[in-house]
């Protein structure tokens, strides 16, 4: 038993590892505000299934702590955090919905709640952040239009994710899990 406790440590430490590798690259590299965080929250796939929600959230609050300490950039941070980070786990009790357009209504609703608590936090905590002056309401209504887009490319990716760690992935690691 303490055999398996010990390789489940080590392997959410490789990975937690990689997931703040990637938040700060997000910092390196300029665009990569949003594409970082969803890498880093891809790592939580494997963790979960391997672990249960219960390592990965773990995880997830280990690595979301070390970015808000050591980023530099509070807005990928703050991503990680509110969406990337907890929607793998999110979605894997989604998945247990039988109606595929309550599940999508709850994925939409998630999405729009903690994108508008993100950028509302990161407004009132870092006033110079975020930049709206003179555009109001319709740029963070685009705002909210392009990252839905984001939000249903990295569900999609999530899905492929999973699918070539179970069938591809897993097989190659299970004498090391």
Same mark, same amino acid.
């Given at each position: 038993?303490?055999?398996?406790?010990?390789?489940? *440590?080590?392997?959410?430490?490789?990975?937690?590892?990689?997931?703040?590798?990637?938040?700060?690259?997000?910092?390196?590299?300029?665009?990569?505000?949003?594409?970082?965080?969803?890498?880093?929250?891809?790592?939580?796939?494997?963790?979960?299934?391997?672990?249960?929600?219960?390592?990965?959230?773990?995880?997830?609050?280990?690595?979301?702590?070390?970015?808000?300490?050591?980023?530099?950039?509070?807005?990928?941070?703050?991503?990680?955090?509110?969406?990337?980070?907890?929607?793998?786990?999110?979605?894997?009790?989604?998945?247990?919905?039988?109606?595929?357009?309550?599940?999508?209504?709850?994925?939409?609703?998630?999405?729009?709640? *903690?994108?508008?608590?993100?950028?509302?936090?990161?407004?009132?905590?870092?006033?110079?952040?975020?930049?709206?002056?003179?555009?109001?309401?319709?740029?963070?209504?685009?705002?909210?239009?392009?990252?839905?887009?984001?939000?249903?490319?990295?569900?999609?990716?999530?899905?492929?994710?999973?699918?070539?760690?179970?069938?591809?992935?897993?097989?190659?690691?299970?004498?090391?899990?």
């Amino acid at each position: 038993m303490g055999g398996r406790k010990s390789k489940s *440590m080590a392997f959410c430490g490789v990975m937690g590892a990689l997931m703040v590798t990637f938040m700060l690259l997000g910092d390196v590299m300029p665009l990569a505000t949003f594409c970082a965080p969803m890498l880093a929250g891809l790592l939580l796939v494997p963790v979960t299934a391997e672990y249960g929600n219960r390592m990965g959230a773990t995880l997830y609050l280990a690595v979301g702590v070390l970015s808000l300490l050591i980023a530099s950039d509070p807005e990928m941070s703050f991503c990680f955090v509110f969406m990337a980070g907890p929607y793998p786990m999110i979605r894997n009790k989604l998945g247990k919905l039988r109606s595929k357009a309550v599940m999508l209504a709850l994925k939409v609703i998630y999405f729009s709640v *903690m994108l508008t608590l993100m950028y509302g936090l990161l407004q009132l905590i870092f006033p110079g952040v975020i930049q709206m002056e003179g555009t109001g309401m319709a740029a963070f209504a685009l705002l909210i239009g392009l990252g839905l887009v984001t939000f249903v490319a990295y569900d999609t990716l999530l899905v492929s994710f999973s699918v070539i760690y179970r069938v591809k992935l897993r097989p190659r690691l299970k004498q090391f899990l």
